[in-house]
Structures are given as C-alpha cells and as structure tokens.
C-alpha cells in the first residue's frame, strides 16, 4: 500500500531536504523551504519502461527534423509583437508575469479580439467568474463568437478538454489557481505550480497548440512558485510599472524564439492598454524647460533607442550621514559616479543629499547612462541649467575616462530626428559616425568627465 511523506522543497533553487529549515543550505535564501506532500510505492513495486528493459523509443537524426518554418500568430499590438519576437509561436509555452492590477487580464483579453477573427481562443480562469469575465469583456469592447471562457481549476481535466476541442490559441489565468488533483498540496504550493506547468507543457507541445499562462508574483517582484517553473516555459514576459501611472513595460527576459532585450511600452486607459508606438516623445515630453539637475539620454531597448530624462537633485544635507537616493537606476552604480566625480573633478557631495530619478518609471541598467547622470549631478550643484536641446551618452570609468558605447549612431539619429542639436558622446565612437549623421547634428567627443560640462556649456 502506498504510503505518504513530507519533504521540503526550496522555491528558489528546488533544494530537497526531509525537515523544515530557516534557510536553504544550496542558495542561502532564508524562508523559502515549502512542503511537499509525495506518496511513494513500496520497494519492488516500481517499474519503468517495457518489460525487459527494451526501450520504445529512438533517437532522431538531425537530417531527419523538419525544419519548416515557425508559424506565428499576430496578436494585434505590434509592441507585443515586437517583444515576442513577431508574433506567438505556434506550440509554445508563454509565461505572463507582473505586479496585481498592472494589466496582465487585460492585455490577454484583448489579443482574444483580434485573434478570433480566424481563430479559436479557449480562456481558462481560476480566479474569475463567467460574469465577472463578460464584464470585463464589455468594458474591454470585446466582442467574438470564437472566444470561450472555461472556469475551473482541476489541469487534467483541463487537458483533457484541450485534447478533445484543440482550439487555436489556450490562456491560462493564473497558474497558481490550478490545482492537480493526485498531490495533497493546496493550489499556489511550489509542487502544484511545477506540476501543473508540465501538464499544459505537455499539451501544447503534444498538440502543437500555444499556451499562455498568467503567473503572480511575491513580495519581491520574482515570481511566485518554483525557480523551474521559468526553465520550463519557453518565453518569460515581466509587465513592469508603477500602478499609479499610466503607462506599462512588458519586458521579455527569456525567449527562445527571439530577442531578450526588446520592450513593449502601453498606456493603460479606460477602455484597455494602448501601444506606445512613438515611446522616446512620450518620456521626453512634460519636461521643464531651463532647470538645473536635468538632462536627456538615449538607451538601447533591444534594436531600438529610446530617450529618456534623468533629474538630479543636489542639496544640503541636514544630518551627518548624506543621504542618496535612486529611482529607475542603480543606487550601488550612483555611489560610484559621486565617488568618481569627487576624486577626478574636485565636485564634491560629501555634505549633500543626492536624489536621482529616471522619469516614466522606466529601470535602465546600461552603463551609457553613467555620463548623463554625471552631467545632472553637476548641473543640480551648480545650479546651472543644461542646454535644452543637448543630450549626453557614455560609460565613466573609475579613472574619470568616457569609454564607448554600443550603436551610437542610432541613438545620435534617434536625437536628431526628436530636434535636439548637440550631442554628447564618447570620442572612441566618433570614428564610427558617418558625415550624414554628423550633418544632421552637432557631435561633441569627450574624453574625461571633467571638462564635459564646461564644453557643453561654452
């Protein structure tokens, strides 16, 4: 007869061990071990594959795949397009996570309106009712006769339903609502969500059907369940954002079947989310004209350059220990830069408070974005304004150097045809420019960081 035992799971790195602990012996996290109910067989009792130890199956020559062409399925936003790479692929296994509230219902909802002009879409929801989801289709403007809505939790009868109607396209909201009946664990448990997973993953690859699946996330912002639930799917879409603006991210951070540095950039109204086709006049527009701490800088999202505004603000401090302060960028990295400008440019911020926010809540990592800031944290201490047609890009070094960055050219292009008329840049890259961009606009080459302020300004 068969018997059942705890073993604790880690959420983050899928460490096993039989008694709880504080902290997972493998990754060092703390409060991440959850139980796991597992029914094991008696000795003698488990038997894999045929008998006699012959296996039914084969392995494939590579000159015996097909290699058509992947199909595509067009959702009918291009930013959700261009972040999935040009469009759902067919079979595939597409991860949906985000904040509560930051869009994710809504954004599947209305792909289901454009996709059920030729397609079947079969929605499954375990956190809404029939009612609720026509509600919010009315509000949405969603009206299809090829969109069917299926509430319940149960994944193998879920399955089941897939296999016998094969529909086009199947979202799943959310996986941690699912429930897989032959596990004693409450739905949302990390054995639940992992098992789950695989289910859908064996039906849409079996059938050759996409799946979308909803996923949460915890107080962290990571997503919540096992780390193998983001192995097993093929794409990793994050919706990132503040629920107080308007205006949504989705960023792709695992894709098989595309790019991983690509963004989608939405506004969310009344009726649903709107692409953002223009998203550097967007992030640009607003700013005030003539005021010190300011300055413009062009980052890389994928194959496209988008402007962005970095204020700074630099006051007296009124405590002993300064305080510093960064929003949308690396607060270790903002450490640096003061560092760097107190010993290379004699600025010094030791008895002043330093405020850094990148406006549109945007969350740029790129160290092209090291030279912008410093010119902010100048500007605010001087208290003098920068040009306002000027834009600044490059990496500092902790000599005071300004080092090259990638695509140049492109983000100069991207300034120019926004209106600016001067443009600051590494003089490595100043080799790469050609003279029909230099035409365009006014390239100044730097070296350092010490002297940049005072070319702009001259």
Same mark, same amino acid.
């Given at each position: 007869?068969?018997?059942?035992?705890?073993? #604790? +799971?880690?959420?983050?790195?899928? !460490?096993?061990?039989? =008694?709880?602990?504080? @902290?997972?012996?493998?990754?060092?996290?703390? *409060?991440?071990?959850?139980?796991?109910?597992?029914?094991?067989?008696?000795?003698?009792?488990?038997?894999?594959?045929?008998?006699?130890?012959?296996?039914?199956?084969?392995?494939?020559?590579?000159?015996?795949?097909?290699?058509?062409?992947?199909?595509?399925?067009?959702?009918?936003?291009?930013?959700?397009?261009?972040?999935?790479?040009?469009?759902?692929?067919?079979?595939?296994?597409?991860?949906?996570?985000?904040?509560?509230?930051?869009?994710?219902?809504?954004?599947?909802?209305?792909?289901?309106?454009?996709?059920?002009?030729?397609?079947?879409?079969? #929605? +499954?929801?375990?956190?809404?009712? !029939?009612?609720?989801? =026509?509600?919010?289709? @009315?509000?949405?403007?969603?009206?299809?006769? *090829?969109?069917?809505?299926?509430?319940?939790?149960?994944?193998?009868?879920?399955?089941?339903?897939?296999?016998?109607?094969?529909?086009?396209?199947?979202?799943?909201?959310?996986?941690?609502?699912?429930?897989?009946?032959?596990?004693?664990?409450?739905?949302?448990?990390?054995?639940?969500?992992?098992?789950?997973?695989?289910?859908?993953?064996?039906?849409?690859?079996?059938?050759?059907?996409?799946?979308?699946?909803?996923g949460h996330v915890n107080k962290d912002g990571n997503i919540a369940g096992p780390k193998v639930l983001e192995h097993i799917v093929d794409t990793v879409l994050y919706f990132e954002g503040d629920r107080n603006l308007s205006f949504?991210?989705?960023?792709?951070?695992?894709?098989?079947?595309?790019?991983? *540095?690509?963004?989608?950039?939405?506004?969310?109204?009344?009726?649903?989310?709107?692409?953002?086709?223009?998203?550097?006049?967007?992030?640009?527009?607003?700013?005030?004209?003539?005021?010190?701490?300011?300055?413009i800088t062009s980052v890389m999202e994928g194959s496209r350059p988008i402007l962005a505004e970095v204020q700074a603000l630099v006051t007296a401090s009124g405590f002993g220990n300064p305080r510093r302060m960064s929003t949308g960028?690396?607060?270790?990295?903002?450490?640096?830069?003061?560092?760097?400008?107190?010993?290379?440019?004699?600025?010094?911020?030791?008895?002043?408070?330093?405020?850094?926010?990148?406006?549109?809540?945007?969350?740029?990592?790129?160290?092209?974005?090291?030279?912008?800031?410093?010119?902010?944290?100048?500007?605010?201490?001087?208290?003098?304004?920068l040009p306002d047609d000027v834009i600044a890009f490059g990496e500092i070094g902790l000599a005071g150097e300004v080092r090259g960055v990638s695509c140049c050219e492109q983000r100069i292009i991207e300034a120019a045809r926004l209106?600016?008329?001067?443009?600051?840049?590494?003089?490595?890259?100043?080799?790469?420019?050609?003279?029909?961009?230099?035409?365009?606009?006014?390239?100044?080459?730097?070296?350092?960081?010490?002297?940049?302020?005072?070319?702009?300004?001259?």
């Amino acid at each position: 007869m068969a018997k059942s035992k705890s073993v #604790y +799971v880690c959420s983050n790195c899928g !460490y096993e061990t039989p =008694k709880w602990l504080g @902290q997972c012996p493998e990754c060092r996290e703390w *409060n991440t071990l959850c139980e796991e109910i597992r029914t094991v067989s008696p000795a003698g009792r488990e038997k894999s594959g045929p008998a006699g130890g012959v296996s039914s199956f084969r392995a494939l020559n590579l000159s015996e795949i097909k290699s058509d062409r992947e199909v595509r399925y067009k959702t009918g936003l291009g930013e959700l397009d261009r972040v999935l790479g040009g469009g759902i692929v067919n079979g595939s296994l597409v991860l949906l996570s985000g904040d509560p509230g930051i869009g994710k219902s809504t954004i599947l909802l209305q792909i289901c309106n454009y996709l059920c002009e030729d397609k079947t879409v079969l #929605y +499954v929801s375990g956190e809404e009712s !029939y009612t609720q989801i =026509k509600l919010r289709a @009315q509000r949405l403007n969603v009206t299809t006769e *090829n969109l069917y809505i299926l509430c319940q939790t149960d994944v193998q009868q879920i399955g089941e339903f897939i296999r016998q109607n094969k529909p086009d396209l199947v979202i799943v909201d959310s996986i941690q609502t699912m429930n897989f009946t032959e596990l004693q664990s409450s739905p949302g448990s990390v054995a639940q969500v992992r098992e789950s997973t695989n289910v859908f993953l064996h039906v849409a690859k079996s059938l050759n059907i996409p799946i979308i699946i909803v996923g949460h996330v915890n107080k962290d912002g990571n997503i919540a369940g096992p780390k193998v639930l983001e192995h097993i799917v093929d794409t990793v879409l994050y919706f990132e954002g503040d629920r107080n603006l308007s205006f949504r991210i989705l960023r792709a951070v695992k894709n098989r079947f595309g790019s991983t *540095n690509e963004i989608g950039v939405f506004e969310m109204l009344d009726t649903g989310l709107r692409e953002v086709v223009n998203p550097s006049e967007m992030l640009i527009s607003g700013r005030p004209n003539n005021v010190s701490g300011i300055c413009i800088t062009s980052v890389m999202e994928g194959s496209r350059p988008i402007l962005a505004e970095v204020q700074a603000l630099v006051t007296a401090s009124g405590f002993g220990n300064p305080r510093r302060m960064s929003t949308g960028f690396d607060y270790n990295r903002l450490a640096m830069i003061i560092a760097v400008l107190e010993k290379r440019t004699g600025y010094y911020y030791s008895n002043s408070d330093v405020y850094v926010n990148i406006v549109g809540g945007l969350r740029i990592d790129e160290p092209a974005l090291d030279l912008t800031i410093a010119l902010s944290l100048i500007s605010s201490l001087k208290d003098i304004p920068l040009p306002d047609d000027v834009i600044a890009f490059g990496e500092i070094g902790l000599a005071g150097e300004v080092r090259g960055v990638s695509c140049c050219e492109q983000r100069i292009i991207e300034a120019a045809r926004l209106g600016f008329k001067k443009c600051v840049v590494p003089r490595h890259n100043l080799r790469e420019i050609t003279k029909k961009t230099l035409n365009m606009i006014e390239v100044i080459g730097v070296n350092n960081v010490r002297r940049t302020f005072e070319a702009i300004n001259e």
